[in-house]
């Protein structure tokens, strides 16, 4: 495993309800590194997917897919409801 999301998860510690700090995201979540911030399992997971030599801080600036809104998009686009697939 990625020594910096190793790290990352020896940092995390549960301290409640929180929002996610990375840019674009709202998710509420209780996954918290002191150094990172908060983080929410979406963006965890989507961490984790991106490789072993992922910076971690430079992912938390990458701006968070709304992944709802690109398929209602993708829906209108081509005359489709796609809001419940
Ligand atoms: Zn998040």
């Known amino acids: 495993m990625n020594q910096n999301i190793k790290r990352l998860l020896a940092q995390i510690e549960a301290k409640g309800p929180r929002s ?24 965890f997971d989507e ?25 209602i998009k993708y829906g209108t686009l081509f005359g489709m409801d796609l809001g419940n697939f």
């Open 20 to 43: 996610c700090s990375r840019k674009g995201c709202n998710n509420i979540c209780d996954l918290n590194s002191d150094k990172h911030g908060n983080i929410c399992e979406d963006c």
């Open 47 to 71: 961490l984790v997917l991106t490789g072993s030599d992922t910076d971690i801080s430079a992912f938390m600036e990458t701006e968070k897919q709304d992944l709802y809104a690109a398929r």
